[in-house]
């Protein structure tokens, strides 16, 4: 049985990989305006980690327009880094997979989008702990559970730290290198209290 403390918990963390998963994607203005928002609220809410609660107040503060937009053409499009767990640790297996867990969850990408990608990968967890948290019996709710631990297993925990380490390894500015202390210490602390061992990775 949750308590009414695990429902906030949950809820918070599924808004947590959604303000992540829109750090990855094209930042124009409106974007950007949601992730400050999205970063705030979640701060002055209390998120329980202090850690993780201090970088959203930096991400907040640090999504200026010019200077995400430019770090980002440097990353993703000039860098080459890849968004996708096919092309960034040469799973060639990711796609029909996640594509698996996806459709038993009833989580559609669009067409001709990667369906690998660390945006929907995110999103897909965040449902995932909705489901949880709305789900009207103890069956539903364990194979929800399960499915969210897998994938964090299988899929997110070890391409999430890849990443994290990647946007590192260049000039990836005070907004990116927030997002990948964010995302590395997220999905570190998720696949912790799922009882799965932590993916070697080093802080740069």
């Known amino acids: 049985m949750k308590t009414s403390q695990m429902t906030d918990v949950m809820l918070m963390n599924a808004d947590l990989y959604r303000l992540i998963a829109n750090c990855f994607a094209y930042p124009d203005k409106e974007r950007l305006f949601n992730i400050k928002e999205m970063a705030m609220g979640l701060h002055q809410v209390g998120y329980p980690d202090e850690s993780i609660n201090n970088m959203l107040l930096s991400l907040a503060e640090s999504a200026n327009e010019d200077e995400v937009l430019s770090a980002f053409t440097n990353i993703f499009v000039r860098g080459g880094v890849a968004l996708s767990e096919t092309h960034l640790l040469q799973k060639y297996n990711s796609v029909s997979d996640a594509n698996a867990f996806y459709n038993a969850f009833g989580f559609t990408p669009k ?89 070697s990775t080093e802080k740069n």
């Open 111 to 199: 067409t001709g989008e990667n369906p690998d990608s660390i945006m929907y990968q995110l999103e897909f967890l965040a449902l995932l702990l909705v489901k949880n948290v709305i789900a009207s019996d103890e069956e539903s709710r364990s194979v929800t559970k399960d499915a969210y631990r897998k994938f964090l297993e299988e899929h997110t925990g070890e391409f999430a730290l890849a990443l994290a380490k990647r946007l590192r390894e260049g000039e990836a500015g005070p907004f990116f290198l927030t997002v990948s202390y964010l995302l590395e210490e997220f999905i570190t602390n998720e696949l912790t209290g799922n009882g799965a061992p932590p993916c």
